[in-house]
């Protein structure tokens, strides 16, 4: 079957979703020896950067589901994973699936003391684990004694070890069987577990990666994100459906995100013709210079999360190539695409959309417009209605993707919903045009008064484009008994002086109102920058931070 007639008979079968691809892939004739996913780790003796074929992966994983099955894994129990590698992760995601259970993905740069309440409160059979994350749950954290059902502890080194042939038959999913919990990036709190369906966290592949027109020739993708989210399982499975080729790579060192360096070598050695990131892996790469690097075969980069910034984007657009049709056929010429789709764990899947290149100028944190399957509404949450044009409310959103709430939290369930809508937490304004503008976290907000508002992420982006040399920054706001306090906190690129007073092109990107609560401009190092699971700065922890330092 070519690649084309297999993709329009996956989208038109109603039985697939998020928890059985490689069925349907076997069932539709898609060939054994294609493609499935390369690992940077060694899989089951395989060496590391051995792509994996659709039939192997498939084998694999029906040893695993065999292994777990033996030691008692049944439909609907919630198993965590808890592991440092993308191949640990997805390989008994896709065993447990097989079955029918429920896999809790776990960051694995979840401290301990954080990842023991959030197992107890999934009431997890087990936990599958390896030697690091295992002595991260042993260890003494407190009153946070782990207590696990009757599958306790699963070293992830072994559960490959089962025989593929004593497999029990894939599992029968319906739409609205949970397929995966996985958890928000917790930077306003304890993460989160989101609970994704079957049917909710395939429908953004099924509606548009399935029946958008597929790049000609190879397609290449190197993935960085955190493998323990939502938006890897999509990745994967988009990248399965499509038959393209992917490689996964693993957190690195037990960092909360991989290195710059780590990112481009992978560029340079894999070739890839698109790389998926969250906003911060931008921000690492901007610690280099990219014109001395080998980035050619890069159509695409594709971010998720939250929304990239103008003065990381345009560096990447300039990298890269793209095909340009002349009359002797295709060449391809300097420059390449950058989709930017803001999205959450509980979105399920990029609800807006936007495509930059070279030249383009529509910034000023525009996220584009929304998806085909996406309703988006902005409310004033004071009276229900939606605001005007330019006016800035609260993101509601209706969408086959949405996770249907939080495991074992139905308080968080209905505290998000309002109305029929999902409040997203996101504050935007839209213009006349129909075009979407990300301000910032509701949480984050400050009000000045007289109907004035310092925007934090706004803010960043301002500083950014106004100060060239610096490389990343964070606005912390927040009250100081009845006044309202600002720092900027400045990350620089590469050479650039510390010593230079940057306080007055601060003041210019704030504006006046945001400027007169202005209290320090200060350049950190990265360790200074206090960050969730998923490299999200936890914003009020910092605020925290710098309020108890300053003496307030």
């Not at 694999?60 to 590698?85: C, F, I, K, M, N």
């Not at 780590?262 to 892996?281: K, M, N, Q, S, Y």
């Not at 420059?335 to 290149?357: K, L, P, V």
């Not at 040399?469 to 009845?482: F, S």
Request: charge should be negative; glycine fraction near 10%.
């Amino acid at each position: 079957m070519t690649a084309k007639n297999l993709r329009a008979a996956l989208a038109a079968d109603s039985d697939l979703g998020a928890g059985n691809v490689l069925l349907k892939l076997r069932e539709h004739g898609a060939a054994p020896d294609g493609p499935g996913i390369t690992f940077d780790t060694a899989v089951d003796g395989r060496p590391p950067w051995t792509p994996l074929t659709l039939g192997v992966l498939d084998e694999r994983v029906a040893a695993r589901a065999a292994w777990l099955h033996e030691r008692g894994v049944q439909p609907r129990d919630p198993v965590a994973v808890y592991v440092t590698s993308a191949a640990d992760c997805f390989l008994n995601f896709l065993a447990l699936t097989r079955l029918g259970a429920i896999p809790a993905l776990m960051n694995g740069n979840m401290p301990g003391e954080i990842a023991v309440p959030f197992v107890r409160r999934l009431r997890a059979v087990g936990i599958i684990t390896d030697q690091t994350h295992r002595a991260l749950l042993d260890k003494d954290n407190g009153e946070h004694v782990l207590e696990l059902g009757d599958l306790g502890h699963i070293d992830a080194a072994e559960t490959g070890g089962g025989d593929p042939e004593r497999a029990p038959a894939h599992y029968r999913h319906h739409a609205d069987d949970p397929v995966a919990i996985t958890h928000s990036s917790g930077t306003t709190r304890i993460p989160a577990a989101v609970v994704h369906s079957h049917a909710s966290l395939f429908a953004a592949v099924r509606r548009i990666r399935l029946t958008e027109p597929r790049p000609s020739g190879v397609v290449r993708e190197l993935s960085v994100l955190p493998a323990a989210h939502a938006a890897g399982i999509i990745t994967v499975n988009q990248a399965l459906c499509n038959r393209y080729e992917l490689l996964y790579m693993s957190a690195q060192g037990g960092e909360f995100v991989h290195s710059g360096a780590i990112v481009l070598d992978a560029i340079e050695r894999w070739r890839p013709t698109g790389v998926f990131g969250f906003a911060v892996t931008w921000a690492e790469l901007a610690r280099y210079d990219l014109t001395e690097r080998d980035l050619g075969s890069v159509r695409v980069w594709f971010n998720t999360g939250d929304s990239a910034h103008e003065a990381h984007i345009r560096r990447l657009v300039a990298a890269g190539s793209h095909p340009q049709y002349t009359p002797d056929g295709p060449v391809d010429v300097p420059g390449s695409r950058f989709i930017d789709g803001i999205g959450s764990t509980e979105m399920g899947h990029s609800a807006f959309h936007i495509t930059h290149r070279p030249g383009s100028d529509r910034y000023g944190r525009c996220v584009g417009k929304p998806y085909p399957f996406a309703e988006v509404a902005l409310l004033d949450l004071s009276t229900g209605e939606e605001v005007p044009v330019g006016a800035v409310g609260h993101v509601a959103l209706k969408s086959p993707t949405l996770a249907p709430g939080y495991w074992n939290d139905s308080v968080t369930t209905y505290r998000t919903r309002f109305r029929g809508w999902y409040l997203t937490g996101d504050l935007m304004y839209r213009d006349a045009e129909g075009w979407y503008y990300h301000v910032d976290r509701a949480v984050d907000a400050v009000d000045l008064g007289g109907g004035r508002w310092l925007y934090t992420a706004l803010s960043e982006e301002r500083i950014l484009v106004g100060c060239p040399d610096v490389r990343d920054c964070t606005v912390v706001a927040g009250r100081e008994g009845d006044r309202v306090v600002t720092d900027v906190l400045l990350m620089l690129a590469a050479g650039a002086d510390p010593d230079i007073d940057r306080a007055p092109a601060v003041r210019e990107a704030l504006g006046e109102a945001a400027a007169a609560t202005l209290r320090r401009v200060v350049v950190v190092p990265d360790s200074e920058i206090v960050v969730g699971p998923t490299g999200k700065v936890r914003k009020f922890l910092m605020r925290q931070r710098h309020l108890a330092a300053t003496g307030a």
